[in-house]
């Protein structure tokens, strides 16, 4: 079975300080990529992010960036600089090469001013 | 940017009937996706479509079914609606590159929260 595991269901940071939310994930595939989205209180999901599972680099958008640990199936979501903007549910997910996506059960993230 | 249009934001039904929720997307994607947003239960995939007249059962199918009669329209039908399918529904499209699977990322719409009495 493929799941993907977020442990924190809820967290607040500090306006301008860094928070990490993680997300672990389990497959017996090899290749495959990962992905965080963002969920706003308006409720439209985006893409902030996404990981390709062959590459040893870390990806990075701007503030945001991921910790990949493939060997522990560790892929955690480090935003730096929070800004009020960022107040909004955060999903962690997986796609194999079945194009099957896997969602976590998201992380509600509060920026507090 | 890619545009994932579904019919309706919110959406009252009585128990028993039959319903249908639409999405539209205009960036020519071949796949499309529906699924179920619950507090705690995060995003949980109803069904799936590579191709048009092609579909493919998620993780929660029962009670529901799925029409792709054109590439940029995937329908979400509930046969008979009951009050345990009052929930968030979430439509994504995403692309796929030549003969390969997907490893494009999803584009949703805005939901529709469907409320069954």
């Known amino acids: 079975a493929q799941t993907v595991t977020q442990s924190q269901p809820e967290m607040s940071v500090q306006e301008a300080e860094t928070v990490t939310l993680s997300c672990t994930y389990d497959?017996?595939?090899?290749?495959?990529?990962l992905f965080w989205y963002k969920q706003p209180p308006s409720r439209q999901m985006i893409l902030v992010i996404r990981?390709?599972?062959?590459?040893?680099q870390n990806a990075t958008e701007n503030r945001f960036s991921v910790n990949f640990q493939k060997a522990a199936k560790s892929f955690s979501l480090k935003i730096s600089d929070s800004q009020l903007g960022d107040t909004a549910m955060y999903f962690c997910?997986?796609?194999?090469?079945?194009?099957?996506?896997?969602f976590g059960t998201g992380t509600s993230l509060t920026v507090i001013p | 940017d890619v545009k994932v249009t579904q019919s309706s934001r919110y959406l009252v039904k009585r128990t028993g009937e039959k319903v249908f929720l639409e999405c539209v997307q205009d960036?020519?994607?071949?796949?499309m996706f529906w699924y179920r947003q619950d507090l705690g239960l995060g995003l949980r995939l109803i069904y799936f479509?590579?191709?048009?007249?092609?579909?493919e059962k998620g993780d929660i199918p029962e009670g529901y079914s799925v029409s792709r009669e054109k590439k940029e329209r995937f329908s979400l039908i509930l046969e008979s609606a009951s009050t345990n399918q009052t929930s968030m529904y979430l439509c994504?499209?995403?692309?796929?590159?030549?003969?390969?699977?997907?490893?494009?990322?999803?584009?949703f719409g805005d939901g529709t929260r469907l409320s069954i009495l």
């Open positions: 990981q390709e599972a062959y590459k040893q």
């Open positions: 960036m020519d994607h071949e796949n």
């Open positions: 994504a499209s995403s692309g796929r590159d030549r003969g390969t699977y997907s490893n494009q990322p999803q584009h």
């Open positions: 479509s590579y191709d048009v007249k092609m579909k």
């Open positions: 497959t017996s595939e090899s290749n495959y990529y």
């Open positions: 997910a997986f796609i194999n090469t079945g194009n099957q996506f896997y």
